[in-house]
């Protein structure tokens, strides 16, 4: 599935929880913590979904993101 953000969950079994058609390559996996969802794209968005698939938050950095993101405490690095 090009260009589509996937969300696996293995709770109550390995399966597909929901997709997202970003219409750009994501290079990395995306990154969880405390029930968010952050992925930066190759067109140079970083965002952030809630687990339920709504998404909180974008912001576009203009340059590609060819690595996820790192978390720690309240601060995303990218």
């Known amino acids: 599935y090009d260009d589509r953000l996937q969300v696996l969950t293995a709770?109550?079994?390995p399966?597909?929880?929901w997709q997202w058609n970003l219409q750009t390559t994501v290079d990395h996996p995306p990154v969880e913590k405390d029930g968010l969802v952050y992925v930066g794209d190759s067109a140079g968005a970083m965002r952030c979904f809630k687990l339920d698939r709504e998404q909180v938050w974008s912001f576009n950095a203009g340059g590609a993101f060819r690595a996820g993101p790192a978390i720690r405490d309240r601060v995303l690095y990218a």
């Open 15 to 17: 399966r597909l929880l």
């Open 11 to 13: 709770i109550p079994y």
